[in-house]
C-alpha cells in the first residue's frame, strides 16, 4: 500500500518541542520533494515547510521561521519537522504531502501523496 504517515504529535507545552514524522510506504520518499502543511479549526490549510528530494533545498513560512526545521533521512524513508518554542497558534493538525514535481509550500499544488494528518496541541 502506497501512503505516508505522520506521527509524533500531541499534547506539548507552550515553548516546547515536537518532532514530527513523516514516514513512506510502499514507495521511495527520496524521489519526492515533501511538504508540512497545518490546518487550525476554522482556518484554511497553510504550508508550513517543504524540502527538496536531495536535501539541499528548504523552505519556512515567516510564522515558523527560526523555531522549526524540516530534514530527511532517505535511508529510513522519512522527512522530519522539529519544533521548537512552540506557540499556542502553532496548534493543528499538521500534514505531509510527497511531490515528484519539486518542493513548494502550496497547500493547491498537485502532491502525488498525502498523509493522514497528526493533531499537534500547544497549551498549558
Known amino acids: 500500500q502506497l501512503q505516508l504517515v505522520e506521527s509524533g504529535g500531541g499534547l506539548v507545552q507552550p515553548g516546547g518541542s515536537q518532532r514530527l514524522s513523516c514516514a513512506a510506504s510502499g514507495f521511495i520518499l527520496g524521489y519526492y520533494a515533501v511538504g508540512w502543511f497545518r490546518q487550525a479549526p476554522g482556518k484554511e490549510q497553510e504550508g508550513v515547510s517543504c524540502i527538496s528530494s536531495s536535501g539541499g533545498y528548504t523552505d519556512y513560512a515567516d510564522s515558523v521561521k527560526g523555531r522549526f526545521t524540516i530534514s530527511r533521512d532517505n535511508a529510513q524513508n522519512t522527512v522530519y519537522l522539529q519544533m521548537n518554542s512552540l506557540k499556542p497558534e502553532d496548534t493543528a493538525v499538521y500534514y505531509c504531502?510527497?511531490?515528484?514535481?519539486?518542493?513548494?509550500?502550496?497547500?493547491?499544488?498537485?502532491?502525488?501523496?498525502w498523509g493522514q494528518g497528526t493533531q499537534v496541541t500547544v497549551s498549558s
Open positions: 504531502a510527497a511531490s515528484s514535481l519539486g518542493a513548494t509550500m502550496n497547500p493547491l499544488y498537485d502532491y502525488d501523496y
